[in-house]
């Protein structure tokens, strides 16, 4: 049961049931990315239909975003986990077992499905249970947990492959999901409560009903989906266009993912006690002008001091389109809107690395690094109109 009282009371009895298998979801997803490509490529694929491949793990979050909704809604937060969870394990493990490209994108895809219900059920539980004045502390906390899986996985990763081979990682992904499934199945059924059933309505009619805040800050966290996804890809492309090494490159993005890691309790601080805003609009905006900057970088030097400025605008924001969600979630229908919502958000992290390639192969990558970079200002002049007047600053 949720303690209401004070944040430690909040937070110690979701560190097994929650926060745990959060960060075992996030070794398992972040554990693959590096290593599908090339997992693909030596099954016989080539680098188009490597790439696909490694796409259906978004493709299987997309497809499951709305569904999800109405699955946690009927089954509840804590069910829904533990099936996205186990669900994920399967399709991954029958990668590990299996030895084709038809059995690789079938797995990849059901971690995608996975991962979204798994998601969504978690997000629901935030919006509902936590009291709105530790809010967007836990759900940074929330967001530290993707940062923990991001950092730890790839090193389990590489640790496995040094032993064992890169068929070996498939393994670990799985181990990782299949363990959250168990934990949340062994841990009590009351620490993850179920939000109360909604009234009866489709998803597209809450969207409908809910349309002015999905269109305006529901858009706007797409937009910055998407240009933190084009931070983390157009950085390593831009260390290649300057002719850093790929240990270079991969040491300064390193070092400034510590600066990123480090700041995402603070986010939930400055949200919690000066409202969302300044942790929405100003991270967003400077992002956006620090992809205008990128074209100016052409040393090691300049690279790194890029780096740590965009984790740190980054960083000051982490947690913020969950919070977002949650906070604009009705209490009559929480999971379908969050669905949509998620979805929104979701399209926006999915297609910013398409759009930036084919931007970049049309005007180079700098011009395509710009763009972006103009369409987060005006996302953060979005979330600028539109945060005090549909959540309103708190005292």
């Not at 793990?57 to 699955?71: C, E, H, K, Q, S």
């Not at 996975?114 to 935030?126: D, E, K, Q, T, V």
């Not at 009291?131 to 640790?159: D, H, K, M, N, V």
Request: proline residues 6%; glycine residues 14%; hydrophobic residues 55%.
């Amino acid at each position: 049961m949720v303690n209401p009282t004070n944040m430690s009371g909040i937070i110690k009895p979701l560190l097994v049931p929650v926060f745990l298998p959060s960060v075992l979801m996030s070794i398992a997803e972040y554990s693959l990315l590096p290593i599908i490509p090339a997992s693909a490529k030596a099954l016989g694929a080539d680098i188009p239909t490597a790439g696909l491949v490694a796409g259906l793990l978004m493709v299987g979050v997309l497809l499951a975003d709305l569904p999800a909704g109405r699955l946690v809604d009927r089954i509840g937060e804590r069910r829904a986990m533990i099936y996205g969870a186990l669900f994920g394990a399967l399709g991954v493990i029958l990668v590990a077992l299996g030895h084709s490209l038809l059995l690789m994108g079938a797995g990849v895809l059901a971690l995608g499905i996975g991962i979204a219900i798994f998601a969504l059920a978690r997000h629901a539980f935030f919006a509902e249970h936590i009291p709105l004045e530790f809010r967007a502390r836990s759900l940074s906390l929330l967001g530290g947990t993707f940062r923990a899986g991001a950092f730890i996985g790839p090193l389990l990763g590489a640790g496995v492959i040094a032993i064992w081979g890169v068929g070996a990682v498939y393994w670990l992904a799985g181990a990782a999901s299949f363990v959250a499934g168990i934990v949340l199945l062994l841990s009590p059924a009351d620490a993850i409560k179920a939000t109360p059933l909604t009234k009866p309505g489709g998803i597209w009619q809450i969207a409908k009903r809910e349309s002015k805040p999905l269109l305006t800050l529901g858009v706007g966290a797409g937009i910055l989906g998407a240009i933190r996804t084009t931070r983390q890809v157009g950085l390593p492309l831009w260390a290649l266009v300057i002719g850093l090494s790929p240990g270079e490159a991969s040491f300064y993005i390193g070092l400034a993912g510590v600066l990123d890691f480090a700041l995402f309790y603070t986010s939930g601080q400055i949200m919690d006690r000066y409202g969302r805003f300044w942790a929405a609009v100003p991270p967003m905006i400077g992002l956006g002008l620090l992809h205008l900057t990128i074209g100016f970088v052409h040393d090691g030097t300049g690279f790194l001091l890029l780096a740590g400025a965009m984790a740190l605008a980054n960083g000051f924001g982490s947690g913020i389109i969950l919070t977002i969600g949650a906070d604009l979630a009705p209490s009559d229908a929480r999971n379908e809107f969050l669905a949509s919502y998620r979805l929104i958000t979701d399209i926006g992290v999915a297609s910013a690395p398409p759009v930036l390639s084919a931007f970049a192969a049309a005007f180079g990558l700098a011009t395509a690094m710009n763009i972006f970079g103009v369409v987060g200002i005006g996302g953060g002049l979005l979330m600028w109109r539109y945060i005090p007047r549909l959540i309103p600053k708190r005292d």
